[in-house]
């Protein structure tokens, strides 16, 4: 007669058969909230301004416009097209910071930070 040992009947050890499947329901659900997350964020928009240049760009990083506010340019100055286009990159590049960070945002509300998770390889 053979004796089981470690408690190997009906599953794995540890009761570890019966609860992947409600966390692989959970890791579902959470995959669907991102695809719906990421869907919104192409309609969700920033607004930076700075020095009379106004950037709207949205949560998937697309720049939607850029308004120059002439009032605040002086033509008169021989490098103001140099000022504007300076004034242009800094406007653009805090847009995109801003939309990456509420990009960011969106998705960890979601995930709770299981991103950084060990062993998710890829799964969020």
């Not at 669907?32 to 309609?43: C, I």
């Amino acid at each position: 007669m053979s004796k089981r040992r470690g408690g190997l009947t009906g599953g794995i050890p540890g009761g570890l058969g019966g609860g992947n499947a409600g966390l692989m329901r959970q890791l579902q659900k959470m995959q669907e909230d991102m695809v719906t997350a990421q869907e919104a964020l192409a309609n969700e928009t920033v607004e930076v301004s700075k020095n009379g240049v106004t950037v709207v760009i949205t949560g998937h990083q697309r720049v939607q416009s850029i308004v120059i506010d002439t009032s605040k340019i002086d033509t008169s100055d021989e490098e103001w097209a140099t000022d504007l286009q300076d004034l242009l990159v800094i406007a653009v590049n805090q847009a995109i910071e801003e939309s990456q960070t509420m990009a960011a945002r969106r998705m960890e509300s979601i995930t709770g930070g299981l991103g950084g998770m060990p062993g998710l390889g890829g799964l969020l």
